[in-house]
C-alpha cells in the first residue's frame, strides 16, 4: 500500500494527517488521490459512505487551489448542513500547517442567508454547499462560480433521492464547461446515470470501490494455457469463435497496445486501439467507431479503457493479466452490462496460472480451464 506521500500528497498535509490520526490512505484514497493531482479530469466514484471519500477529493481539492487568487475555485455538493459543516471543518483541518492560507465558506439551510450573504463577502477559495442554498444564492446574484475550475457532487445518489435533481441541473449548467466535475456516490440509481451522462464527461475516469459488487454474476470467467510463441495464434482462435461479438482485448502496455493492433489487422481483424498518448479527438474518433459498431474489437491499456461504457459487449480478453486485482475487475466489468451475459478469458502462460488462483480466492470466483 502507498503511503499519502507516495500518492503526491504535499508535506504540508501529511504532517496535518497524521496529526489527525490518518496514516495510510484507504481503497477509494489511494486509487483517487494520484489520478486527481495528476490530471484534469472528471472522475465518477463509486464507494460505500464510510471509505474515506472526503480526503480522496479534499486533498486534491486544495492542492488545485491558488491561495493567491481571491476568487471561488473550487466547489462542493454535499446533500445535508451537517455533512456541509463535516466536510469544511476537514478541510479546514487538513490546512492546518499550510503556508497560505486557503479560505473555506460553508452555504447551506438552517441559518439565515443575510450572514451567508455576508461570510462570501471575504475572501473565498471553495464553497462548500448543499444545493438548494446555493441556487437560492444564485438566484439572488450573490455569488460569482465563474471561476469554479473544480466541482464535487458528493453523496450524489443521496441529493437526488432528497430531490435535489433540479438544483444540481442549475448549478452543472451556472458553472463552467470547461470545469471538472467528480461524482462520487454509493450507488448509481438511473436518475444519476442521466446525470452522468449529461454533464459528465465521456472519457472520466471510473473508479468502483466494492469488490463484491464489482464482479458481476452474469460474467463467466475462463483461461487458457498458452506459451509466448503461440499466444497470437491462440487469440485468433478465440476471436474466430466470436465472429459475431463484440469485445475489447487488454494489454499492459501502450507499446504491446500497438503490435497487437498490427497483427490482428493483418490476420483482417476489425479492430481499433486505445492507448496512452492519443490526441483527445483521435480517442473520440475510435469510440465512436466501436459505438457504431464499425469496429468490432478495441484493444487497449487499463489506464486507456478508464471510463470505457459500451453496452452489448460479449467478452473480454485479458492478453496480458493485469498487475492490480482492481485492473481484472474493472477490466472484466465492461461485459455484461445491462443484465446481459458475458465472458471474461484470460490468456496465460504456465507460470502464470498461480496468479490466476490468486483472482479466484481474492474475488471469490470461479476461474475454469478450456482449451481452444
Known sequence: MASFSELGIHKNYVKSLKELGIKAPTEIQEQAIPILIQS????????????????????????????????????????????????????????KYNDTKI?????????????????????????????????????????????VETLVLDEADEMLSMGFKDDLTTILKTTKASKNTWLFSATMPESLKDIVKRYIKPDAVRLEINRNSLVNANISHSFIETTIQNKINVLVSVLEERTEERGIIFCKTKAGTQALTHQLQQEGFNVGALEGDMQQRDR??????????????LISTDVSARGIDVNNLGFVIHYQLPEHLEYYTHRSGRTARAGKKGESIALVLSNEVSRVQEIEKALGIKIKQKTV
Open 103 to 147: 479560505f473555506c465558506e460553508g452555504v447551506y439551510g438552517g441559518e439565515k442567508i443575510d450572514i451567508q450573504i455576508k461570510n462570501l463577502k471575504r475572501t473565498t477559495h471553495i464553497i462548500v454547499a448543499t444545493p438548494g442554498r446555493l441556487v437560492d444564492l444564485i438566484n439572488r446574484e450573490v455569488i460569482d462560480l465563474q471561476n
Open 40 to 95: 484534469k479530469t472528471d472522475l465518477v466514484g463509486l464507494a460505500q459512505t464510510g471509505t474515506g471519500k472526503t480526503a480522496a477529493y479534499g486533498l486534491p481539492v486544495l492542492h488545485r487551489i491558488n491561495p493567491k487568487k481571491a476568487e471561488i475555485q473550487a466547489l462542493i455538493l454535499s446533500p445535508t448542513r451537517e455533512l456541509v459543516q463535516q466536510i469544511k471543518k476537514q478541510l479546514f483541518k487538513f490546512t
Open 284 to 297: 473520440e474518433k475510435v469510440m465512436r467507431a466501436f459505438k457504431n459498431t464499425s469496429v468490432q474489437i
